[in-house]
């Protein structure tokens, strides 16, 4: 079965600061990827996804991402962080070889100090 | 276009008491997924529909809880006999199917006293 680390329950990172968020996952065959952001208020928004090809996947709002299957990491990245990506951010791993069930991290917040 | 739509937004309930949460999923979508939010928690898998398949019910947490699809669209999220430990937001998402991008509602808070 699959599943998803976050190691950092919160980060606190400067504006126009650089960002990196954490993540590990677990699936026995190439897993599909997922980074979605959750802002107060609103609903979850996909940044970005990996199924295959380039392990380095440009997002939207400047975010990216790259696969990494020797370590088990798709870890997400910003090079200047801007105050409205203060949010919570949820990596998740897709089972791609039939269903669909889609396992969550627990989730990392995002705090930017001005 | 209409994205994916829930009701009620927020419920509250007394304990013992069914309740039943609705997910809209946006027209044309096939795969729909139920999620559960724990206060500080990450996403919890529930069930995920594709098509005409049979649902993948593996994350329903007991067998208090179940749902259905009906035509292939509206979804219906029951709980029976409520416990505290159900108090959550239930999220639903739909996609256009497997491997795309789900497009989230704004889920249901529920509130079990």
């Known amino acids: 079965a699959q599943s998803v680390t976050q190691p950092d329950i919160h980060i606190t990172v400067s504006e126009g600061a650089s960002l990196e968020l954490r993540c590990n996952y677990s699936?026995?065959?190439?897993?599909?990827l997922f980074w979605y952001v959750q802002s107060p208020g609103q609903g979850l928004q996909l940044l970005l996804k990996?199924?295959?090809?380039?392990?380095l996947v440009q997002g939207i709002k400047g975010f990216e991402a790259e696969f990494k299957r020797s370590q088990s990491s798709f870890n997400l990245r910003k090079p200047s962080v801007h105050w409205s990506d203060a949010a919570e951010y949820f990596c998740a791993v897709g089972d791609g070889t039939g269903g669909f069930k889609t396992i969550f991290g627990a989730g990392t917040r995002l705090f930017v100090k001005a | 276009g209409a994205g994916v739509s829930q009701s009620p937004s927020n419920k509250v309930t007394e304990k013992g008491k069914d309740v039943e949460l609705r997910c809209d999923p946006i027209?044309?979508?096939?795969?729909l997924y139920w999620y559960r939010q724990s206060l500080g928690q990450g996403l919890e898998f529930l069930i995920y529909f594709q098509g005409n398949s049979a649902p993948d019910k593996s994350g329903l947490p007991s067998d208090r809880f179940s749902a259905e699809r009906t035509g292939g669209s509206v979804s219906t999220l029951t709980i029976q006999r409520t416990q505290q430990e159900d108090s959550a937001v239930y999220l639903c998402?739909?996609?256009?199917?497997?491997?795309?991008?789900?497009?989230f509602g704004p889920g249901t808070r529920l509130l079990v006293l």
């Open positions: 990996y199924f295959s090809g380039d392990t």
């Open positions: 998402a739909s996609s256009l199917g497997n491997g795309e991008t789900q497009y």
């Open positions: 027209s044309g979508h096939t795969a």
């Open positions: 699936y026995g065959a190439t897993p599909y």
